[in-house]
């Protein structure tokens, strides 16, 4: 588990601040839910699985309820669907640590963030096609490198089942001789066999027969309205048939983002996919949903965002009063007003000298020095001093606010602002 600080921390605040845009314009309202659950939640997301099975987090709580820190924000999310009946379609966005004892790496933390989204109550192709379109979209914007769509597709539980013994009966005779940990997954869960990474099981594993060939007719339909979606929206996805998920309440559509700037074995940036019997397994009405995960540390390492916003100021401007002891009440005043005016403004605390306070103005990454003087002050000016170039201006004391503004404020290009949403795929700038 780790600690997230200030400056790394801007690349959190814009990762966060971007995908909450992106969700509202495509209708996701913020749905913020517990970080405990009864662990009886998260076993309906899948008792076999390695995230349930062996990861998660469980605790007895004081009454002796038997309680789990989320280890993912499906089963929170679809929970609070149950428990509350909005009215479908219902579309909701979060940010919310996630806890799995796995074993750290980079890349692989024990609580880890995702930003996602989860919408219920509508089977539509197109909601697909808009999840997928929402996930590569933030990717893009936020400029991760080297960005592959992997989409597969589940089918529906009844032909999976008839699958599952067709892939099992051909995994017992071609694996025969590959010992005991494998002939015990292909008994127990012989679909996550399909993208297993032990190289002496792959020849195996890569002439099984493959779900996609087994879909059923509507599924298949469906499988390929997706697709069809995507290629109208320009977004290049590659079909991935041994692409499984963790957990075992996929159905239909599932699909990963992948970037070559992370090590094979955590190159996933997020994933997702429908869980159209989620809701029903967990006592409600049934409702199909479908929904994504984004982890923000992988996002911020692809993309290396820490670096690229480092260059960014962090402030306009970073008030040096040269008033004199004990006469500090015109900076408490023009810092105030330049914060209601909507400006990033900070000052030195503790009577700091004039040489000090200058120091702390340029180690604070402000793009303006602002200081306050007798001489100054009586000709109704205050000095300005662009911090990276050292260039000085007397500005009008009325006029600084509008000084600054016209420089920093919005309408400007502030360094630090996110870059502009990304146009919408294939669709040209007038
Ligand atoms: P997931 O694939 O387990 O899916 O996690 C989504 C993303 O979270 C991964 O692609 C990865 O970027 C990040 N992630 C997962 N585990 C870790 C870790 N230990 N350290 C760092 N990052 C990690 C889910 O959790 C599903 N709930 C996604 C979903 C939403 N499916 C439908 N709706």
Redesign the pocket.
């Known amino acids: 588990m780790h600690d997230v600080l200030p400056p790394a921390s801007a690349a959190w605040e814009h990762v966060v601040a971007r995908f909450a845009t992106h969700a509202a314009r495509a209708g996701y309202g913020l749905a913020v839910t517990p970080m405990l659950e009864h662990t009886e939640v998260f076993r309906r997301v899948g008792e076999d699985t390695e995230?349930v099975a062996k990861e998660m987090y469980e605790l007895t709580d004081r009454a002796g309820r038997a309680l789990a820190l989320r280890p993912?924000?499906?089963a929170s999310v679809v929970r609070a669907y149950v428990e509350h009946r909005p009215t479908p379609p219902w579309k909701v966005w979060y940010v919310a640590p996630?806890f799995?004892y796995?074993r750290p790496q980079r890349?692989?933390?024990?609580q880890?963030w995702?930003v996602?989204v989860?919408a219920l109550g509508a089977a539509d192709a197109a909601l697909d096609v808009e999840c997928i379109a929402l996930a590569h979209g933030i990717c893009v914007d936020l400029g991760v490198p080297g960005l592959r769509l992997l989409l597969n597709s589940m089918g529906d539980p009844e032909a999976r089942a008839a699958y599952v013994a067709v892939l099992r009966d051909h995994l017992r005779r071609a694996g025969a001789h590959l010992g005991e940990a494998f002939r015990a997954r292909v008994e127990t869960n012989p679909l996550r066999l399909l993208d297993t990474k032990q190289p002496e099981w792959l020849e195996v594993v890569e002439r099984a027969p493959q779900l996609a060939e087994h879909l059923g007719p509507d599924a298949l339909a469906h499988f390929e309205a997706v697709q069809a979606g995507l290629r109208a929206l320009g977004i290049p996805f590659e079909l991935a048939p041994r692409l499984v998920?963790?957990?075992d309440y996929y159905t239909r559509t599932t699909f990963?983002l992948q970037t070559d700037a992370l090590d094979a074995a955590?190159n996933?940036?997020?994933?997702?996919?429908r869980?159209d019997r989620l809701a029903e397994t967990m006592g409600g009405p049934p409702t199909p949903g479908?929904?994504?995960?984004?982890?923000i540390?992988?996002l911020v390492l692809a993309a290396g965002l820490v670096d690229r916003l480092s260059t960014h100021p962090r402030l306009d401007a970073f008030v040096v009063d040269a008033s004199g002891p004990g006469t500090d009440r015109e900076a408490i005043l023009v810092l105030a007003e330049l914060r209601a005016a909507g400006l990033r403004a900070d000052r030195a605390y503790g009577g700091r000298s004039l040489k000090g306070q200058w120091r702390a103005a340029d180690r604070s990454g402000a793009r303006y020095g602002v200081m306050l003087a007798p001489d100054e002050a009586a000709r109704g000016t205050v000095v300005v001093k662009d911090l990276a170039t050292g260039a000085q201006v007397e500005v009008p004391r009325p006029g600084l606010v509008g000084w600054l503004q016209a420089r920093c404020g919005p309408g400007a290009t502030r360094a630090g602002d996110p870059a502009p949403g990304v146009p919408a795929p294939g669709v040209s700038a007038p």
């Open positions: 995230v993912e924000g499906t996630n799995r796995e890349g692989r933390y024990r880890h995702q996602g989860e998920r963790g957990f990963e955590q996933a940036v997020g994933g997702g996919g869980y479908i929904g994504f995960g984004l982890g540390e992988r």
